[in-house]
């Protein structure tokens, strides 16, 4: 069966340029020129196994309609097309629910390889025992992002997810918030990169799963150093 791909781009002539290689990829492509369309293909049959979605569109944003999809718990892979190329703008997208981003104008080959990436690592197959991380009262599926906590279930985003799969993988070492831009929202060159949005999301992961916000057991701040992941306590 092809790979079931949804293109959220409102100018016309790329988005033919498109549709027409990722088809001739043997991909089924469906387009949408704005978010109203890409809200009704969406919730129209079988699910997308891939959204290449445009920022900027005639009645709102990619960001928006990412940020929707994540809270309703769709988990589809997203690549963000963009004409901002801000580290701002990469977080932006990356924080609503995107999972790579290609800026305008790129190169027809760079989105295939991208589109190529992404399908591919959403069909990883993963070993039972790595499925899942436990830590106090509260388990993460690592393949759907579904949790456990002590106050209940909950849906994770794509980039908390990936923040606690990066985490999970890591028990008990320090790791910097350079890397952490660089690992989970791919920022290749995070070194000189002040941003609070880091905090935000730990700040996130704590309401969710720490017993004491103020005083977590499992997601430490290592001052001067970066964060920690720590679920023996």
């Known amino acids: 069966m092809p790979d079931r791909l949804l293109l959220v781009e409102d100018e016309q002539r790329l988005a033919a340029n498109l549709v027409l290689n990722l088809r001739a990829e043997g991909h089924q492509v469906t387009h949408a020129a704005d978010c109203a369309a890409a809200i009704a293909a969406m919730?129209?049959?079988?699910?997308?196994?891939?959204?290449?979605l445009d920022v900027m569109l005639p009645d709102g944003t990619g960001i928006a309609l990412a940020s929707r999809?994540?809270?309703?718990g769709n988990l589809c892979p997203i690549l963000m097309l963009t004409a901002r190329q801000s580290t701002d703008a990469?977080?932006?997208?990356?924080?609503?629910?995107?999972?790579?981003?290609?800026?305008?104008p790129f190169a027809l080959e760079e989105l295939l390889i991208r589109v190529?990436?992404?399908?591919?690592?959403?069909r990883l197959p993963r070993r039972r025992n790595d499925n899942f991380v436990q830590f106090g009262a509260n388990q993460v599926d690592l393949a759907s992002g579904r949790a456990t906590t002590g106050r209940g279930?909950?849906?994770?985003?794509?980039?908390?997810?990936r923040l606690v799969r990066h985490f999970a993988r890591k028990p008990g070492v320090s790791i910097s918030r350079e890397e952490i831009l660089r690992e989970v929202?791919?920022?290749?060159d995070a070194s000189k990169i002040r941003t609070r949005t880091i905090d935000t999301f730990i700040?996130?992961?704590?309401?969710y799963f720490e017993a004491d916000v103020a005083d977590p057991r499992h997601f430490l701040t290592e001052h001067g150093e970066g964060y920690r992941f720590n679920p023996d306590a």
């Open 185 to 188: 929202w791919t920022i290749a």
């Open 116 to 122: 190529a990436a992404l399908l591919r690592r959403s």
């Open 69 to 72: 999809w994540r809270a309703e």
């Open 90 to 104: 990469i977080v932006e997208g990356l924080s609503a629910g995107a999972d790579d981003y290609l800026g305008k």
């Open 43 to 52: 919730q129209d049959g079988e699910p997308f196994d891939l959204v290449i």
């Open 153 to 161: 279930e909950r849906q994770l985003t794509a980039l908390e997810l």
């Open 203 to 207: 700040g996130r992961l704590r309401k």
